[in-house]
T-cell receptor, first 113, second 111 residues
């Protein structure tokens, strides 16, 4: 079946630190992969996406590369800011198996000044 | 402005009193879905709809109903709410192969 596994949180970093949030997936075929961000009191917003192997999604300094060989889509940012404090969700969509979305459990990030 | 609109944003009610949470999108999306978000469990899909008059169960459909009579609307119905349905609910929509757009959420408390 389809599933997404994210690293457990919460994650606390100092401003300007390097961020990695791990995400691995299980799926048949070639799903599309997404990272969503949820700021306090808000809905989820698309952060970045990748639709095929070796694609790199990027937005607002965040990056993630679709790695078919390791079934991973890790989120990275070189220098986090306090405003990046949020919950981050990894997700996949598999048009081969019903086109549903599957989300990870979310990773809470707090950036301290 | 492209958006997914949920109402109400907050609701406190009592066990057994039927309620409906409305969801409307203005992007002409075929796909719509409902999720609930609970601490430590992430997002769990309740129901989804591929198009008008086409709905299907997600991972946690028990105690919920949906309908899709029009493309833009996808209401979530709790016929007889119970305290274990206290949660934060999100509606989302998308084109068949695109990313989902989410509403701002509805916080339900069932006493």
């Amino acid at each position: 079946g389809n599933s997404v596994t994210q690293m457990e949180g919460p994650v606390t970093l100092s401003e300007e630190a390097f961020l990695t949030i791990n995400c691995t997936y299980t799926a048949t075929g070639y799903p599309s992969l997404f990272w969503y961000v949820q700021y306090p009191g808000e809905g989820l917003q698309l952060l970045l996406k990748a639709t095929k192997a070796d694609d790199k999604g990027s937005n607002k300094g965040f990056e993630a590369t679709y790695r078919k060989e390791t079934t991973s889509f890790h989120l990275e940012k070189g220098s986090v800011q306090v405003s990046d404090s949020a919950v981050y969700f990894c997700a996949l969509r598999n048009t081969n198996t019903g086109n549903q979305f599957y989300f990870g459990t979310g990773t809470s990030l707090t950036v301290i000044p | 402005e492209a958006q997914v609109t949920q109402n109400p944003r907050y609701l406190i009610t009592v066990t057994g009193k039927k309620l409906t949470v409305t969801c409307s999108q203005n992007m002409n999306h075929e796909y719509m879905s409902w999720y609930r978000q609970d601490p430590g469990l992430g997002l769990r899909q309740i129901y989804y709809s591929m198009n008008v008059e086409v709905t299907d169960k997600g991972d946690v459909p028990e105690g919920y109903k949906v309908s899709r009579k029009e493309k833009r609307n996808f209401p979530l119905i709790l016929e007889s709410p119970s305290p274990n349905q206290t949660s934060l609910y999100f509606c989302a929509s998308s084109f068949p192969q695109g990313p989902q757009h989410f509403g701002d959420g509805t916080r339900l408390s069932i006493l």
